[in-house]
Nanobody
Framework: QVQLVESGGGLVQAGDSLRLSCTVT????????IGWIRQVPGKEREFLAA????????AHANSVLDRFTISRDSAKNTAYLQMNSLETWDTAMYYC?????????????????WGHGTQVTVSS
């Protein structure tokens, strides 16, 4: 079983930055991939970024490529999502998710384990 806990969300103004954290615990043996996905109520979940745990290879959705950066600190069992130049349309619940294997999947349905999410609200 894998547990994920997100933190770092909050209320910010347009143009501000935030760094989300995702702490990973449980029996992964390091062979997993972490993804960040967000969801606005009433809309489908949107893949943002993923990173393979062993090599740290990242992948980002084109829609956030110039503003968001995923990273991980293996020693701390934590993944991060650095978000810069936030806009009001970035307001959403942000989820950290994990899947077994070193696979940079942009299909959020392939992620088996999910955190409870952290809310990001961007005001104008």
């Amino acid at each position: 079983q894998v547990q994920l806990v997100e933190s770092g969300g909050g209320l910010v103004q347009a143009g501000d930055s935030l760094r989300l954290s995702c702490t990973v615990t449980g029996r992964t043996f390091g062979d997993h991939t972490i993804g960040w996905i967000r969801q606005v109520p009433g809309k489908e979940r949107e893949f943002l970024a993923a990173i393979t745990w062993i090599t740290g290879a990242p992948a980002h959705a084109n829609s956030v490529l110039d503003r968001f950066t995923i990273s991980r600190d293996s020693a701390k069992n934590t993944a991060y999502l650095q978000m810069n130049s936030l806009e009001t349309w970035d307001t959403a619940m942000y989820y950290c998710a994990a899947r077994h294997g070193q696979v940079l999947s942009s299909d959020y349905r392939q992620y088996e384990y999910w955190g409870h999410g952290t809310q990001v609200t961007v005001s104008s």
